[in-house]
């Protein structure tokens, strides 16, 4: 299969699976590491269905996900990073703001990408070298000055010891900016950087799973994606911080938070 073809059944996948999420009954919501960190039962039913689909798509490929501890060899030659609900806090209290994100990668390197909203029909993919699309139409970062744009952020709510750097960042984004936005999915920031919607992302705390599909569509929407000084991403499974934004904002950015 081609890479455009495995992010064709990627996207079949994940409007599959996003059945799953809408009209949630019930939601049974456990902590994992601490009271921020939850995971619901259509956290694991999303990251089965996907799992069982992409399997069949791909036999023998190997899946790095968020739920269930599954984390096989990144470095594998046929490899999907599967965060099944991107925004599980804003899932569990009903703010109709979470994705379906996955990433496939050919020994360490992520070729192809789908990030699924499903409360607005929006897919978000990219294909390594081929561009970044949502709903099918090219997208493009924005050109304009970091004064002149949103910026988002996350909060790193599972690293407390980040609090008072991440707010003092995003006191100095919004000074910088023409606003600030702390939307509650990661995978959805870095995809509104790509459709030119935010001027930049910024996170001091994130996992493999969050970033590796918004990733490739940001840099294929002509953006780049580093750590927040500027260095490049680790390839390790290791929470890394992350700033994605487009050359020119990415540089103001890094000059701001010194
Ligand atoms: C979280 C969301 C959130 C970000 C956290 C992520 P999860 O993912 O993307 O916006 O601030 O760092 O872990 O836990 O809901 O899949
Ligand atoms: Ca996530």
Redesign the pocket.
């Known amino acids: 299969m081609s890479p455009r073809e495995i992010c064709a059944a990627i996207q079949t996948a994940e409007w599959d699976a996003a059945k799953l999420m809408r009209q949630p009954h019930d939601i049974l919501a456990e902590s994992k590491t601490d009271h921020r ?1 939850l995971v619901t039962q259509y956290d694991r039913a999303v990251q089965e269905l996907l799992m069982e689909r992409l399997s069949a798509a791909l036999p023998g490929a190997r899946f790095f996900c ?1 739920e269930n501890d599954r984390h096989d060899d990144l470095q594998a030659e046929h490899l999907f990073i599967i ?1 099944p ?5 804003n899932f569990v209290r009903r703010l109709n703001h979470s994705a379906i994100s996955v990433a496939y990668t050919r020994f360490g390197r992520v070729e192809a990408a789908a990030v699924y909203n499903p409360y607005v029909d929006e897919m978000f993919s990219a294909v390594r070298g081929e561009g970044a699309f949502l709903n099918g139409k090219p997208i493009h970062v924005d050109p304009a000055p970091l004064g002149e744009t949103v910026i988002c952020f ?5 690293n407390p010891e980040l609090t008072e750097r991440t707010f003092e960042l995003a006191r100095r984004s919004y000074l910088t900016g023409l606003d600030v936005r702390r ?5 959805l ?1 870095l995809c509104s950087v790509a459709a030119g919607r935010a001027g930049a992302y910024f ?1 001091l ?3 493999l799973w ?1 970033y590796a599909a918004g990733a490739l569509i940001v840099s294929e929407a002509g953006g780049q994606v580093t750590r927040v000084d500027g260095s490049p991403l680790p390839w390790t499974g290791a929470k890394t911080s992350v700033l994605a934004a487009e050359a020119g904002k990415a540089a103001e950015f890094l000059e701001m938070a010194k």
């Not at 609900?85 to 806090?89: A, F, K």
């Not at 996350?154 to 599972?158: H, L, Q, T």
């Not at 939307?183 to 995978?187: E, F, L, P, T, V």
């Open positions: 960190d968020e965060d609900i991107d925004g599980t806090m996350g909060s790193a709510p599972y939307q509650g999915s990661a995978a920031d996170e705390s994130i996992s969050d």
